[in-house]
């Protein structure tokens, strides 16, 4: 388990030290949600297949709703105790760039 908390920790912190980040909304529920953006280079099937092998292996699943993968109550005890909902969407960065991908990522804290 620690492993996968290790692995996500990296992830992000990679992500967003090596792209270009910025903020943007994402549409859930009708409603407009503010989520850090990151440019990923590979496939965007194959990274949000990734991100949702890596959730899993830590106990948690997806709700897939019009392409934004909601995760309820989150807990990553060696980071905090606290509950967070995340929001995941993954897509083509565009027609050019078939091997290149936008992940938005949204986490709010469930108190």
Known sequence: MKNYILF???WVTSLMS???QSFENI???GKKVPAMTVDVY?????????????FEKMGYF???????LSYKS?????????PY?????VE???????DASVVYMAMADRK
């Open 92 to 98: 083509r960065k565009n027609k050019q760039e078939k």
């Open 18 to 20: 090596m792209q270009a």
């Open 85 to 89: 909902d995340v929001l995941v969407k």
């Open 42 to 54: 590979q496939n965007s099937q194959v990274t949000e297949q990734a991100i949702k092998e890596l």
């Open 27 to 29: 549409d859930w529920q």
């Open 62 to 68: 997806a709700k897939v709703s019009k392409g934004v």
């Open 74 to 82: 989150i807990k990553i005890k060696d980071i905090d105790n606290d």
């Open 8 to 10: 996500l920790l990296f």
